[in-house]
T-cell receptor
Framework: AQSVTQLGSHVSVSEGALVLLRCNYSSSVPPYLFWYVQYPNQGLQLLLKYTSAATLVKGINGFEAEFKKSETSFHLTKPSAHMSDAAEYFCAVIQAAGNKLTFGGGTRVLVKP | DTGVSQDPRHKITKRGQNVTFRCDPISEHNRLYWYRQTLGQGPEFLTYFQNEAQLEKSRLLSDRFSAERPKGSFSTLEIQRTEQGDSAMYLC????????????FGPGTRLLVL
């Protein structure tokens, strides 16, 4: 069975500072990996995805993530936080032949002015 | 291209009542998924359809829950005899059937059972 662990349920950053959200997965075979963002009372919006091509993936809103197979990680970063980045972020995994996403518990980001 | 839509966005009901939610997927997507998200948690898979066929159901989908996709387009999720534990956000997603099958989510229906 696959699982996803997001370290830190809450992260507080200052506006303009680096945002780093951690995601580790367990899977018997290399999966596809996704980061989604959820704003209050809204659905999930796709930020970026890893599908076994380039290990450094660029997404929307200046976010990027790096797939590291040796560390079974897919951490999300943004060089400079903006107030609009305040939201909850979910890492998710799916097997290449799978049908359902398995999500981590989420990390809520607070951006301080 | 319109995204996934869900209706209603919010539903308040009394314990024991039945509720039905609707999801309209992205038009060219063959697959449709339902997830449930409780406060402070990540979404959990409930079920998915490929066209009109329901191909997988989670153990979370008790016998009080039923989902349909009668014509392979929109889907409905019905909860019978609601319980307070059913209070959650119900999310719908859709995807193509080939390739990476990236799932795109709707805005969700938030259910509160009193």
């Amino acid at each position: 069975a696959q699982s996803v662990t997001q370290l830190g349920s809450h992260v507080s950053v200052s506006e303009g500072a680096l945002v780093l959200l951690r995601c580790n997965y367990s899977s018997s075979v290399p999966p596809y990996l996704f980061w989604y963002v959820q704003y209050p009372n809204q659905g999930l919006q796709l930020l970026l995805k890893y599908t076994s091509a380039a290990t450094l993936v660029k997404g929307i809103n200046g976010f990027e993530a790096e797939f590291k197979k040796s560390e079974t990680s897919f951490h999300l970063t943004k060089p400079s936080a903006h107030m609009s980045d305040a939201a909850e972020y979910f890492c998710a995994v799916i097997q290449a032949a799978g049908n359902k996403l398995t999500f981590g518990g989420g990390t809520r980001v607070l951006v301080k002015p | 291209d319109t995204g996934v839509s869900q209706d209603p966005r919010h539903k308040i009901t009394k314990r024991g009542q039945n509720v039905t939610f609707r999801c309209d997927p992205i038009s060219e997507h063959n697959r449709l998924y339902w997830y449930r998200q409780t406060l402070g948690q990540g979404p959990e898979f409930l079920t998915y359809f490929q066209n009109e066929a329901q191909l997988e159901k989670s153990r979370l989908l008790s016998d009080r829950f039923s989902a349909e996709r009668p014509k392979g387009s929109f889907s409905t999720l019905e909860i019978q005899r609601t319980e307070q534990g059913d209070s959650a956000m119900y999310l719908c997603a859709s995807s193509l059937v080939w390739g990476v099958r990236t799932q795109y989510f709707g805005p969700g229906t938030r259910l509160l059972v009193l």
